[in-house]
């Protein structure tokens, strides 16, 4: 018998969720095949067999929690798959050849007719589905065999399980409608919400991790936040005058988040701290610009790295950003595009934000909030007045290590620079 183990995840992953069996007892696996699905804080990962042979037993179920080196199954590599597929071949076979004697056969022994659908049911394929799919699906308690596929390859989407969810629920209250009268004879059960429609859904484990560390960053961090405004008109006239230019000659769009990008990294090396964490008693003041990117999922926050963003030009910036993107609506981002990261921009701006106070990404010591581009009247001097596109912008950081002054004095920097927009160039 072999033990199947959690595996090492990563240096600040120690558990995880069993999401999903791949593999039933009874079925035949390969070494390196893969057998479930473990749902950890930052990505699903899958936990494959170091032997080839039968999966014995399974020791944890679907939603319980594992840590790092638990035995989760075994493996017979003696085994022989459930059904005895050769001699079920053999078998049908025969049947061909004698289907007299096949029948009298099966009458005698009707439990074979079990047997085969057994045999059946346990080499059925898992059915073709999203991730994102599959993940609402576990949430809800739906078996995705159940669910209709509007896919012309039979894929089941999340649109799917949100249509299925939906008919089975107005099913449901049809049904609760006809049993009204006899509810009310029944005495009224007590609960917090005094009868009033709720509906409860379990936290996924990502959910659960991004709650318990902005939490413990808030208890753990002296967090504080400041702000300014930037005239983004510069900007935006450079963007009108070399979007098309730069589209062809990069095949990516000119967005923002290049300009801030190099904006904040010029300003992290005028204000280093910022670009540093706090261990023990000991500041570390890192000599690189790995920069985290706050991008907004189904399944909630994640904060892919932008490496050696010192290093990139502009074009190289969008493209980064772009696949990191993609990378994470798509469910595929990996524990390497997480990990580490000095310093944060988030962009509340594209869902509206006008002002925020952004939430410090731990252990790093700064994140910068960017928000909404909105006209407004401006004074250029005692007498003249424009509109301006102008843009909030905040700067959380932990007042353990940064002061007021060079907090402010960061802010400024930007502003700065991203009003005169040629001096990234110089900034390098």
Known sequence: MAEIKVPELAESITEGTIAEWLKQPGDQVEKGENIAELETDKVNVEITSEKSGVLQELLKEPGDTVEVGDVIAVVDENGEASGNEKSGGEDKKEEVKEPSEASAEDSAKPQNNNDENNEEDSSTDRPVASPSARKLAREKGLDLNQIPTRDPLGRVRKEDVEDYEKNKAAASAKADSGATSKKESAPAQKDEFEGKPVERVKMSRRR???????????????????????????????????KEAFQEAHDVRLGFMSFFTKAVIAALKHYPLLNAEIQGNEIIKKQFYDIGMAVSTDDGLVVPVVREADKKSFAELEQSVVDLSKKARDNKLTLKDLQGGSFTITNGGVFGSLLSTPILNGPQVGILGMHKIQWRPVAIDEEKMENRPMMYIALSYDHRIVDGKEAVSFLVKIKELLEDPETLLLEG
């Open 208 to 242: 659960q991790t991004i709650a318990n560390r902005l939490v413990d960053v808030q208890q753990t961090s002296a967090m504080l936040t400041t702000f300014n405004e930037i005239d983004m008109t510069a900007v935006m006239n450079v963007r009108k005058r070399r």
